[in-house]
């Protein structure tokens, strides 16, 4: 749970981890040939036209959220099981190209900015490395999270697209998917038991990044 009173210290993460995220999906599908999202403005970096305010404050109070999802139209890709694939793949990987970036920021402000600044400018530096690092760890989890292979998460496209799954049976597994998904996210908040590892995978990522890069 992140609770309102760190709303201003992960916001940013949260903004530009959704942002990035659904940006890319449109983007993926308009390289492939499909326009949708972009007739629908979707194709574009503004935090407006991707944020879904119920599953902002969600995101923000309970530690899980949603944006709203982009969607296009598999009748206009050349390759419908491949491109919707790399559809899907495109959000999670965004997010861990956006990872990797802060990342490598926050390596260079400790190392090359930290040790000339006075001690009257350390807290305001800290503070923006506190933020930085909350972002790069947002991104990283909505990269695990999102991989997962429940409908109606990225991970389930992926999967779904390797296999050879009549429509309907697709369907029927995509509408127990969310349920579900709610189930196990209920029942790890109130049970304590780690049914999915997300945050340690992503603290575990993070940490192996701060350490591998420079």
Known sequence: MMGLENMFVYLPGILIGLTVHEYCH???AAKLGDYTAQQMGRLTLNPLRHIDLVGLIFLVVAGFGWAKPVRFDPSNLKNPRRDKAIIAAAGPLSNFLMA?????LIRTCL??????????????????IHVMSFAAIINLGLFVFNLIP???????????SSL?????????????????????????RFTGIDILPIGRITYAIFGFLMNSIF
Do not use: C, K, W
């Open 26 to 28: 449109a983007l993926a």
């Open 150 to 160: 429940i409908p109606p998460l990225d991970g389930s496209h992926i999967v779904f």
């Open 111 to 128: 190392l090359l900015i930290g040790p000339r600044l006075g001690p009257q400018s350390m807290e305001a530096f800290f503070g923006f």
């Open 164 to 188: 050879n799954l009549d429509p309907q049976t697709e369907r029927r597994i995509m509408s127990i998917g969310a349920p579900l998904l709610l189930v196990i996210i209920l029942s790890q």
């Open 100 to 104: 990797l970036v802060i990342v490598f």
